[in-house]
């Protein structure tokens, strides 16, 4: 995914762009039912979703 983004970023369009944009934004979901159901600071809350966000990227704990 990062080396679409960066592909991306530059310039470069693929048939591919659509769907990677439509996953992204996805994401969206996890990053709200975080911020929703835990504490902030507790990296035990929701493991799976915040590994799902460190994926992208997006780092969780400060939240």
Partial sequence: WFQWYCRYFMGRR?????RQIRRWKAMKRHII?????CVSGDIRCRP?????????A????IM
């Avoid at 799976?48 to 992208?56: E, N, P, T």
């Fill in 14 to 18: 693929c048939p591919d762009d659509e």
């Fill in 33 to 37: 039912q975080v911020r929703r159901n």
């Fill in 48 to 56: 799976r979703q915040r590994q799902a966000l460190l994926q992208w």
């Fill in 58 to 61: 997006y780092d969780s704990r």
